[in-house]
């Protein structure tokens, strides 16, 4: 990994989707945005219903989104531009790869991950982003007190997350905020329509982490 990618700002009329100039050189992710603030990042943000609405109620943080389906990271920048925001970017690409590579070590203040893929057969388990190897990668790049926000209707990768953040010991369990959780994504609201029940979980790293 060499030097940090040098990026341009965002203004509400450019496209607020990130070219990525190189997949080896990890972004300095403040010089997206106009004002340096802090930084929080959804994983596998859809069609941005959860984070272009975020970013609008909070102007004094900065927002990514992250990807990989084309389709749904261009309805964030048709939103997002749609409602002039300045403080929301949107990464089309994996979202391990991104954490791993391309986000500098302790940049993020939370980690939102809402409705990931469940790959439900016991086969394909091993495909799902939140796995034994996933909190060292949060841990990475989340600032001390940092805070990963997750969702989901799937009762055994609830569970999997449960374990696998509970294995880890520089996270303990937290409330999510009530008028995060009144948030819902676009998919949530698919599931609350069906009488879906889902299921909520935040871990925040330890001072000392
Ligand atoms: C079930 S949808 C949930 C979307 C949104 N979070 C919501 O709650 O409405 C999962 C999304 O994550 C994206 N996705 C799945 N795996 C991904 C990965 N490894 N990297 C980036 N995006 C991913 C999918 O393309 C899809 O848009």
Same mark, same amino acid.
């Given at each position: 990994m060499g030097d940090s990618m040098h990026t341009k700002p965002a203004s509400?009329?450019?496209?607020?989707?990130v070219e990525l100039p190189s997949i080896i050189e990890r972004l %300095?992710?403040?010089?997206?945005?106009?004002r340096p603030q802090p930084l929080e990042v959804e994983l596998?943000?859809? %069609?941005?219903s959860f984070i272009a609405e975020y970013a609008r109620l909070q102007p004094e943080k900065n927002f990514i989104g992250v990807e990989r389906l084309l389709g749904r990271i261009a309805k964030l920048d048709r939103k997002g531009r749609r409602l002039g925001l300045t403080n929301l970017r949107g990464v089309r690409i994996e979202s391990s790869y991104f954490l791993e590579w391309l986000l500098p070590p302790r940049s993020v203040s939370a980690l939102h991950i809402y409705?990931? %893929?469940?790959?439900?057969k016991k086969k394909h388990r091993?495909?799902?982003?939140?796995?034994?190897?996933f909190p060292a990668l949060a841990r990475k790049v989340l600032l001390p007190d940092g805070i990963i926000f997750l969702r989901t209707d799937d009762a055994d990768y609830f569970a999997q997350m449960r374990e696998v953040f509970g294995a880890d010991k520089s996270f303990h369990l937290v409330e999510t905020p009530k008028e995060l959780a009144e948030l819902t994504t676009d998919f949530e609201r698919d599931f609350n329509a069906q009488g879906i029940a889902t299921r909520h979980a935040a871990y925040q790293l330890k001072p000392a982490a």
């Open positions: 509400a009329q450019s496209s607020l989707l %300095d992710p403040q010089n997206l945005f106009p596998g943000c859809g %069609d941005a409705f990931p %893929d469940p790959w439900p091993r495909h799902r982003l939140i796995n034994e190897r």
